[in-house]
């Protein structure tokens, strides 16, 4: 299950999350998956706490929005935002939790400099779906669906931000 929906927030909105998050205090830590060998290469994030969430208020405007009927049942575990720069290694994974609900932060992204999200069938042998990354996009998945990103290009201007909430069934 993949969910795309594009221009769900304002302009306006989008720029505040974006100031929010560029502000955040993001430290070394977070890996892909669980396996010893992606831990060598861990990635910038920040972890947001549900006063994090209530100052930005994303948390309303997602209860406002189409994508509100995919939390339904659904309780939060946490949410994070990960900093991806065009040295990182990233590796197939997935989640422990039930459904992630995956904002790309970013105003701007062009062509070029990469940072697709791609997701993979059971047996990891066929991508099943890539979403470029476009600027105030949301996907919604099933957590245990295998995934990774292609990493962005040097010629980038910015660092990829995405901000993940993770879920699991009441």
């Known amino acids: 299950m993949i969910n795309v929906y594009d221009d769900v927030f304002d302009f ?3 720029q505040d999350i974006y100031a929010f998050v560029t502000k955040s205090l993001f430290q070394i ?4 998956g669980s396996i010893i060998e992606n831990k060598k290469h861990m990635f910038l994030h920040s972890a947001y ?3 994090d969430l209530n100052k ?6 997602i209860a406002n929005s189409p994508v509100a009927k995919e939390t339904e049942g659904y309780k939060l575990v946490h ?13 197939v994974h997935s989640h422990p ?6 904002y790309y932060v970013n105003l701007e992204w062009n062509d070029g400099w990469h940072g ?25 998945f099933d957590a245990k669906m295998p995934h990774t990103i292609r990493p962005q290009s040097h010629i980038a201007a910015f660092y990829r931000f995405t901000f993940a909430l993770v879920y699991t069934k009441c």
């Open 12 to 14: 306006a909105y989008r």
């Open 29 to 32: 830590g977070w890996a892909d």
């Open 49 to 51: 706490s549900e006063a």
């Open 56 to 61: 930005l208020g994303y948390l309303d405007k």
């Open 79 to 91: 949410a994070v935002v990960n900093l991806s720069t065009p040295s990182d290694v990233n590796f």
């Open 97 to 102: 939790e039930d459904k992630v609900i995956l």
């Open 116 to 140: 697709e999200t791609l997701f993979y069938s059971d047996n990891l042998k066929d991508i099943v779906f890539a979403s470029p990354y476009t600027p105030g996009r949301i996907i919604v």
